[in-house]
Each structure stands twice: as C-alpha cells, then as structure tokens.
C-alpha cells in the first residue's frame, strides 16, 4: 500500500505555506505508507543554475565535497542541508565536472535534479521524515509527496 498527496498553488501568497500545508497531507497518509516517505518541492529558479539533491548518512560529506569543488573551482555553491540530503545550486557551466566529482564519492549518491525542483526521500514515518528536512519550512509552487508500506 501506499499514499500519494500532491498541491498546486494558484494563489501566490500561500507560496511560503506550501511546505506546510504539504506536510499537513503527508501525516494524514502515515497509515497508508507508515515506512517511507518523499516529496518534491518546486521553488523558486536561479538562472543559470542547476539544483541539485545529494544524500548522504552523513551531510557532512557532503558539505566537505561541495566546499572542495568550490575551492578547486574558485566559485561559490550555495547549498542547503536538510537531514542526510543537501541542496545545491550549481552554475550550468560547471555540472559536468560537478557531476564527475560527485561520482569519486561512494558515500554520496544524486537523488534529483532540476532548475526549480528539489527532492527528498528517507525511510521512517512520513511525518516524522517530513519534521527531518524540515518540509514545514519549505516555499514555492507545487509540491508532491509519497509514501511507502513495504511487504
């Protein structure tokens, strides 16, 4: 079994809510799916960038891999930790070699990409996975979320 919650907002002013109100659907599906949960967020693009979500059991590894490609890049990579994920904006001139970097990481794997779009996904209780990443605080025009009961 499983649970799928989704929301499109088309009122502009509930764009900071969103993550909120997404969080408020994905806890109402914990017995559809009480295993596992995800959800994409879309928010707000930064031209010229591209999003990417890493996950790692440890963040750190993460933040130590983006601080070593910026370094070797002299740029700078805004990027975000939420629980064992990390988002990261990262200049399309620069993915590839991103990308090459992230691959000599065992311990990091990509779990999504996109211009607007960041993904999270984690095993435990969808809302307690939802309190992890903090989805509460999470703003911008449409979400979707998911959850899993495993056999």
Known sequence: MCGIVGLFLKDETLAPRLGELLAGMLSTMCERGPDSAG?????????????????????????DLIARVAGALDISLPHAVHDTHVVVSVPQTHVDY?????????????????RRMQIFKEVGRPDQVADRFGLSCMAGTHAIGHTRMAN
């Open 98 to 114: 991103f990308l090459l970097e992230v691959a000599k990481a065992p311990a990091v794997r990509m779990v999504g990409s996109g």
């Open 39 to 63: 959800f994409a967020v879309y928010g707000s693009e930064e031209p010229g960038t591209l999003k990417l979500t890493l996950r790692s059991a440890q963040a750190g590894e993460i933040v």
